[in-house]
């Protein structure tokens, strides 16, 4: 516990980041995010109204908090204008909250057009993108070709950095996908009409924070998508193009890693996953239409349904040390009520081994089975409780096997998507 913790993803994504980066949010003046862009999808349920957010931080609503988007966060103008506007209509102060990093890459209108003339080209091999253009803004990142937040202020430097990258996006787009060019033009004036709209809030985040740092005010690192996803660590080729990992936060914010006092990972009480790649406990029969079905199970991004599974144990002992995980929250528990028995994967067998901990790649997870243990379920409702003790035996079991077999306690427990639907045991900014 202290003032600067983590909060991540310790699945596939989809975990409810946002519910619980808001919770946190009542304790701390910062949120942060630091990698990924718009096609996160964090929901927030406060006293019944829904807020869907992609690219501005959780923390938003909450009056007294900075709210900032770091240089690891690709950033697509027209995406965070739509979001603003969204909020700034149900009277949220968005500009007065907001701060940005000019080393932010952009994400242009070639970028999207990319990503989805490659994911078309793939056909039924295609990884499963948002087509939102995040992976091709990230390789033009790393290849030291990205237009980014600072540069859309000097208009002969942004005109001859988007002309190096669209020469070469559309070449690519023309000549290998046959698909439409990109408008020169168009893209330059949208940039400067969206540069007086983004101007008075860009600011020198990793500085901001060094000062929140040294007056030790707490801030809250809010991850995007899941540990399963990360570029590095996750089942590649079917990941995210960006550091989902706790080490993510350091980079993608400018906080160095020994400032830090806290992870928590969220997890479902079961899993989920979207779009392709492996997935060991996915499960197709009943028990997966109720987790479906109960759970809700879209994306707030694409709006695609979720496949579902038994709770992963062996995929969470990976990304309990990728990340160094202090604490679990552990969420939609409400969703398991009704079931006669539950399962959690605590092994895979793979060529005839045993396996504690997944193997590397997506290829030798595809071979995997899963190994389970069945505990007994329950009949009671647990949505909306907010006392631990007031919960069933059997889900109380559950999850004191869960933490007992990934090593690590649960901190927080969710059974309901409003706020308040929560059990806090141990919170992670107490001092």
Not at 91 to 117: F, N
Not at 181 to 188: A, G, H, R, S
Not at 232 to 256: K, L, R
């Amino acid at each position: 516990m202290g003032k600067r913790v983590i909060v991540i993803g310790s699945q596939w994504g989809d975990e409810g980041k946002g519910k619980i980066v808001d919770l946190l949010t009542d304790r701390t003046r910062h949120v942060v995010r630091f990698q990924g862009g718009h096609n996160a999808g964090h929901t927030l349920v406060i006293g019944g109204e829904k807020t869907v957010l992609h690219l501005i931080p959780s923390g938003i609503l909450h009056e007294g908090v900075t709210c900032h988007i770091g240089n690891g966060v690709v950033l697509s103008p027209s995406a965070l204008l739509e979001e603003m506007a969204m909020l700034t209509e149900r009277g949220v102060p968005v500009a007065e909250r907001l701060k940005i990093s000019p080393a932010c890459p952009l994400i242009l209108d070639s970028h999207v057009a990319l990503d989805k003339a490659r994911e078309a080209a793939r056909g039924a091999a295609a990884i499963g993108t948002t087509g939102r253009g995040i992976g091709p803004a990230y390789e033009d990142k790393v290849a030291r070709r990205a237009v980014r937040v600072g540069d859309l202020f000097k208009r002969e430097m942004l005109a001859a950095k988007l002309g190096e990258a669209l020469d070469y996006h559309n070449f690519v787009l023309k000549n290998y996908f046959q698909a439409q060019p990109v408008d020169f033009q168009k893209q330059l004036d949208d940039c400067l009409a969206q540069a007086e709209a983004i101007g008075p809030m860009v600011a020198d985040v990793a500085e901001l924070l060094r000062q929140a740092y040294v007056a030790d005010e707490s801030i809250v690192f809010e991850g995007a998508q899941g540990a399963l996803l990360d570029v590095d660590h996750g089942t590649y080729p079917f990941v995210t193009s960006s550091n989902t990992t706790a080490g993510g936060a350091s980079t993608g914010s400018g906080v160095g890693p020994t400032c830090f006092d806290h992870v928590l990972g969220v997890v479902k009480a079961y899993t989920t996953r979207v779009g392709s790649g492996p997935f060991p406990t996915e499960l197709d029969d009943h028990y997966g239409r109720h987790l479906a079905e109960k759970g809700a199970e879209f994306g707030a991004t694409t709006g695609r349904a979720r496949r579902c599974g038994w709770f992963d144990a062996v995929g969470l002992r990976r990304a309990a040390f990728n990340n160094g995980l202090s604490g679990l929250c552990i969420t939609k528990l409400d969703v398991l009520d009704g079931l006669d028995a539950i399962r959690i994967c605590t092994g895979y067998r793979h060529n005839g081994q045993a396996l504690a901990v997944p193997p590397t790649g997506a290829e030798a997870l595809a071979d995997c089975e899963p190994v389970y243990e069945e505990m007994p379920g329950w009949s009671e409702a647990t949505s909306g409780l907010r006392d631990y003790d007031a919960l069933p035996t059997n889900a109380r079991a559950y999850l004191d096997r869960v933490a007992e077999i990934v090593g690590v306690p649960i901190d927080i427990i969710s059974t309901g998507p409003d706020r308040a639907d929560t059990i806090v045991l141990k919170h992670p900014l107490a001092d």
